[in-house]
């Protein structure tokens, strides 16, 4: 009988080092995973700031693009009213009686049988 002890004995010690080789692997399966999770968790933050500084960088430009585009169309619609206004010259300057009349009103010109009058103007006292 003591020979069956022995037997039944030394199952039980292979079993206990099977589960216990098995715990081993399973805490470094466990340590693994972890370490995989880290790194992967590490790679997405790391990417997640990237795209973040990119977007605001990519917003802050935008944002200063709109504004000098703003400020370009201010300055073409100027541009445009004063061409507007330079174009008008021109045509009152291609008429005689436009011409006529600056010349009565900044330089005294007369016509033939004309008198002229000055008005003196207000004095402000």
């Known amino acids: 009988m003591i020979a069956n002890?022995?037997?039944?004995?030394?199952?039980?010690?292979s079993?206990?080092?099977?589960k216990e080789q098995e715990e081993r692997m399973m805490e470094k399966r466990r340590r693994g995973l972890f370490r995989r999770l880290i790194v992967l968790g590490s790679i997405g933050v790391i990417l997640a700031a990237i795209f973040t500084v990119t977007l605001v960088s990519q917003t802050m430009t935008l944002h200063s693009i709109?504004?000098?585009?703003?400020?370009?169309?201010?300055?073409?619609?100027?541009?445009?009213?004063?061409?507007?206004?330079?174009?008008?010259?021109?045509?009152?300057y291609n008429d005689l009686n436009y011409i006529a009349d600056i010349a009565r009103?900044?330089?005294?010109?007369?016509?033939?049988?004309?008198?002229?009058?000055?008005?003196?103007?207000?004095?402000s006292d």
């Open 5 to 13: 002890k022995k037997k039944v004995t030394q199952i039980h010690e």
């Open 15 to 18: 079993y206990i080092q099977a």
């Open 66 to 92: 709109n504004e000098e585009q703003a400020a370009l169309q201010e300055q073409l619609e100027a541009l445009q009213a004063e061409q507007a206004r330079l174009e008008q010259d021109i045509e009152n």
């Open 105 to 123: 009103k900044d330089y005294y010109l007369t016509k033939p049988g004309e008198t002229l009058f000055r008005v003196p103007e207000k004095s």
